[in-house]
């Protein structure tokens, strides 16, 4: 009688191997954003850096009483927004500004979360074959990087035009396209 099922065996226990492997893999991470320190050394009474800025943005704004000391600074040109804050301002927006949210980093993750599954899968397939998964890795984060920076110019953003004011001012109604600084702060970083 012809079974089309047969057991193959080699006789090897690899269990512990792959979960070597498995293990060492779960305590990588790729993450993108504009990392802590990336900018300058911290010092008292310096203006809050491009990682402070996004953090604010994802997490709340200043209390009152902190804007009202901040306010002022900033309009006088004593101290500036950092790449960091900037962001936290477009993905949440201001009102005292007349900002609406344009976030960046979340929805363009989001919006290209297939493609970066398919390099993930690479990641782990490299690893379980035995490879250096790190190439790999750096390969997803620079994918991270790309679709937040090519996020500022995606018609799928949904960002609001930028007002009659502002674009008179800059000459454009493409939001967050002027200089191009915020958008060459966002990066990767691999850890673990």
Do not use: C
């Not at 953090?55 to 927004?81: C, F, L, T, W």
């Not at 301002?89 to 398919?118: C, D, F, M, Y």
């Not at 035009?161 to 200089?179: A, F, H, Q, W, Y």
Request: glycine share 10%; hydrophobic share 30%; no cysteine.
């Amino acid at each position: 009688m012809f079974n089309a099922f047969s057991k193959v065996t080699t006789g090897i226990d690899k269990t512990g191997e792959l979960n070597k492997i498995l293990e060492g893999l779960a305590k990588k991470q790729v993450y993108v954003g504009i990392p802590e320190g990336s900018e300058r050394p911290e010092e008292p009474g310096q203006p809050i850096d491009n990682a402070q800025l996004l953090y604010i943005h994802s997490n709340g704004i200043r209390q009152k009483a902190m804007r009202d000391e901040m306010n002022p600074k900033v309009e006088s040109g004593e101290m500036s927004y950092s790449k960091a804050y900037q962001m936290w301002l477009q993905t949440h927006g201001s009102p005292l500004w007349r900002s609406p949210p344009r976030p960046v980093i979340e929805p363009a993750i989001e919006h290209n979360k297939e493609a970066i599954a398919k390099q993930l899968k690479k990641v782990s397939e490299v690893a379980l074959d035995g490879g250096d998964p790190e190439v790999e890795l750096h390969k997803a984060g620079m994918m991270g990087q790309n679709f937040a920076r090519g996020w500022f110019t995606d018609p799928n953003n949904g960002w609001p035009p930028n007002s009659p004011i502002t674009e008179e001012r800059k000459g454009s109604d493409k939001p967050l396209i002027d200089k191009g600084e915020l958008r060459k702060a966002i990066t990767y970083v691999v850890k673990g």
